[in-house]
């Protein structure tokens, strides 16, 4: 077949304009996404106001979407105990310790287990103090940045008696970007279970 004339030029025109609504953008795939998460309304249950835990001596409120369990009984010591998400596969773990005069170590023992173990992994780790000297409670909550473990870890005493430690466990692969809206949340709860914190 031959082409002549007018007809070359338009069959030029033809393919100079399909070629160049051809080279538009470039696809590019899309980010990965996440699911979306559903979080509860914030409503809270008070912890110990009863006694009904003698061996530990404070009492404060918790998320009333979470349940309050002992750790499993092959592993459980005096003091330990949990606020539980199952929902979420989240876990507080909380433990409850004597000062006894060890101040020093039971500090240094709660950033070397729950802090300096995670510093490798770690983007960057915050520190805000706590500070309630009508309610005597002194410590230290951090922050971990990155895929670390955990998130959230804090600690809580009146710096004579009583010393309390929690740290946020998910039980899943660290992901940051996917748990920050849920870290964002229990933290919060953290904060709270704080701020209503009472020695016995």
């Given at each position: ?15 100079a304009v399909?070629?160049?609504a ?40 918790y ?6 369990s ?19 596969k ?28 995670h ?15 009508d ?9 971990l ?6 998130a959230?870890?804090f ?14 466990y998910?039980?899943s692969?660290?992901n ?25």
């Amino acid at each position: 077949m031959v082409i002549k004339g007018r007809n070359k030029l338009n069959l030029i025109m033809v393919l100079a304009v399909l070629l160049v609504a051809g080279c538009g953008e470039v696809p590019v795939p899309k980010p990965k996404g996440y699911f979306r998460i559903d979080l509860p309304e914030k409503h809270y249950s008070a912890f110990n106001d009863d006694g009904s835990r003698p061996d530990i001596p404070l009492r404060f409120e918790y998320p009333s979407y979470g349940t309050i369990s002992s750790e499993s009984p092959g592993f459980a010591e005096p003091g330990w105990f949990n606020i539980e998400f199952p929902r979420y596969k989240a876990r507080i773990y909380l433990t409850y310790k004597d000062v006894k005069g060890d101040l020093a170590s039971l500090v240094e023992q709660t950033y070397t287990m729950n802090v300096k173990n995670h510093i490798t992994k770690a983007d960057a780790i915050n520190e805000t103090a706590i500070y309630d000297r009508d309610n005597r409670i002194f410590g230290i909550l951090y922050d971990l940045k990155g895929n670390t473990a955990t998130a959230v870890q804090f600690y809580a005493t009146d710096s004579t008696r009583h010393y309390l430690r929690g740290s946020l466990y998910f039980e899943s692969e660290p992901n940051a970007d996917s748990l920050a809206p849920v870290i964002d949340f229990f933290r919060a709860d953290i904060v709270h279970l704080i701020e209503t914190l009472k020695w016995k």
